[in-house]
């Protein structure tokens, strides 16, 4: 068993392409996790993570901020405290729409932490 | 997809023999959720959850308060913001250690929400 501190994990921006997100893995293969990945988000205000969608679902868990849960049929609001679920196969972005950081969890199976 | 505010699921009491624990399931087989469950769960300041140990993991995120995970080699302290990893087969239990209600998350995959 392990403890850590999500702001104690060196955070990992997403790279250009997504302008403004940072990725943690707090659980994940390194710690012997066999089945899920749970990693932390932060969504810089205004930006948002890529609209996609694969063939695993996403398990959110908004720590902080304020933000949007994008899909198909419309956004469904993000607050501190709430749960969201995205189905496989669902194109989806989360998305910042306040004026402070961004927080969430995002749990996926283990293929969607390291996809091969 | 769907969101749902931990604080709008109705909690369950764990039982008589689980005193002052109160879990709310957040993502379950109900919302379709294939691979992995999330819970959120409540400790009563001086409770705590069984000793206990199973063949799954636990992936834990705490919300608010201040607790303990507890295991064989000892206890690690957890406060707001951390993430506690437990392997399958790593006897454990979480329990409160401080004044407040302490209230995290516990992942699990979908065998440990509902065993057969």
């Known amino acids: 068993m392990n403890v850590k501190n999500w702001k104690d994990v060196p955070g990992v921006p997403m790279g250009k392409d997504v302008p403004g997100v940072t990725k943690r893995v707090l659980v994940g293969a390194d710690d012997g996790a066999p089945v899920f990945a749970m990693r932390h988000f932060e969504i810089q205000p205004a ?3 890529p609209y ?3 063939d695993w679902e996403h398990e959110v868990f908004v720590v902080a901020g304020e933000g949007e849960l994008v899909g198909e049929d419309g956004s469904l609001p993000l607050k501190a ?7 496989p ?5 989360l998305r ?3 004026a402070e950081v961004f927080s969430f969890l ?8 390291a996809p091969k």
């Open 96 to 98: 910042n729409s306040g």
């Open 106 to 113: 995002c749990v996926v199976p283990m293929r969607g932490e």
């Open 47 to 49: 930006a948002t993570s």
């Open 89 to 93: 196969g669902e194109k989806h972005c």
């Open 52 to 54: 996609h969608d694969h």
């Open 81 to 87: 405290g709430d749960a969201a679920y995205v189905a």
